[in-house]
């Protein structure tokens, strides 16, 4: 929202003119919000900034909005449903990369399909919804929010600062999965304890300082000039 108002008010003396095809995919989106499902209004963010990015990209504005509308929608909805398709395969990987990193800390862990063990008697399942690349499409979200916000245009420097806080996200839950290891007291404490929203806080923080420090330092600078 604070996105997508700064890019609205940026320049209050200059309003954005819309066609008639414009304001016919803007209404039909908006009846998207009566579908008797909570996803509907991300099929309204899908048309809406669909149609805005690709019929408006000469106005930076309307383009930008453009971009956050399909970023959240990308987040709540289409993410969603890549993600459950795609997730055997994930799956695989994740296992793959928990198991060696925890090999480092736990000398006995041992794998059976999705469940990790250190102990004969207590064992984690990894499902989907605690995956460690379940927030990445967030942490796109609130990069191109900033992004905006700064009215900072997309550069190497950027890519950079997005991927340095996607490989923190994965790692801080990768951490958080460990951590559940030892016994049902530390499952507890970082799944539904105060551990899930220490967890949780430092995720949001790794999405946003990266790419802050790259739009408030030289680096966005340099990564701007020809």
Known sequence: MAAILSLVLADSRRCAALAGSDIAVLLLSALAWFVPEQ??????????GGWVLFRRRSDRRLAGIGQIWLALSIYELWGKILF?????MIEIIEVGLLYRVGQLFYGGLGVSGASLSIHADWSIVILEGCSSFHNL????????SILKIAETPVSLAALRA????ACLVVAINVARILAMLPSREAFVF????AGSSLVALTSVLAAI???LLCVEGRACEAGTQP
């Open 162 to 165: 997005l991927g340095l806080g």
């Open 39 to 48: 996803h509907g209004v991300y099929l309204a963010t899908s048309l809406a």
């Open 190 to 193: 970082w799944h539904d304890g």
């Open 209 to 211: 300082v990266p790419i």
């Open 137 to 144: 499409s967030l942490t796109v979200l609130i990069w191109i």
């Open 84 to 88: 459950k398709l795609a997730y055997q």
